[in-house]
């Protein structure tokens, strides 16, 4: 078998393990995390919960894939709506990463209305990462106000401590 004829099996395999077990996971607080970041206005921007995991497909040698579910609350105190573009929401982590949106909701714009707070999932898949590295959640572009980009912070947060096990 060729290396990406394989490499495309390890693929379906991985993309079938992320949507069974996907409704499976139970969210928990990260391990650690810096808490919710703050823009000037007040909109605020918080990790609440995730799910983490490391995948190795069946029969493969290459390193295992992180599977991470984020729930993120956007609350927004102020009277104009903040537009939240989920998609453009970037997890960074030593070595690369990509997102990767398992259910088409996850993609789609969401307004949160003035004086309220609203919780959405996003889903992220990555080689070679581990559930207990630091990751930092970069919302640079997927928050608008008044429609200008909401300037916040990245967030840091580890899934689990390091030691324990995030394996699936």
């Not at 394989?6 to 991985?14: G, R």
């Not at 996907?22 to 970041?37: H, V």
């Not at 029969?59 to 992180?66: D, H, I, V």
């Not at 004086?115 to 959405?120: A, R, Y």
Request: negative net charge; glycine residues 8%.
């Amino acid at each position: 078998m060729s290396a990406a004829s394989c490499s495309l099996v390890a693929l379906i395999h991985l993309l079938v393990v992320l949507v069974l077990g996907a409704g499976c996971a139970k969210m928990l607080p990260p391990a650690r995390s810096s808490g919710a970041t703050l823009s000037d206005e007040g909109i605020s921007l918080a990790v609440v919960g995730q799910s983490c995991a490391e995948v190795r497909p069946a029969g493969a040698t290459t390193p295992p894939f992180l599977e991470a579910t984020l729930a993120i609350e956007v609350g927004n105190p102020t009277p104009e709506p903040v537009t939240v573009h989920p998609e453009r929401m970037m997890l960074l982590a030593p070595g690369p990463i990509a997102p990767r949106f398992l259910k088409r909701e996850d993609s789609q714009v969401v307004e949160v209305t003035g004086g309220s707070t609203q919780p959405f999932t996003v889903q992220y898949v990555a080689p070679g990462v581990t559930c207990s590295h630091e990751l930092r959640l970069d919302s640079r572009a997927a928050l608008e106000w008044r429609g200008q980009p909401v300037v916040l912070s990245a967030l840091h947060f580890t899934p689990i401590e390091p030691g324990a096990s995030g394996g699936k």
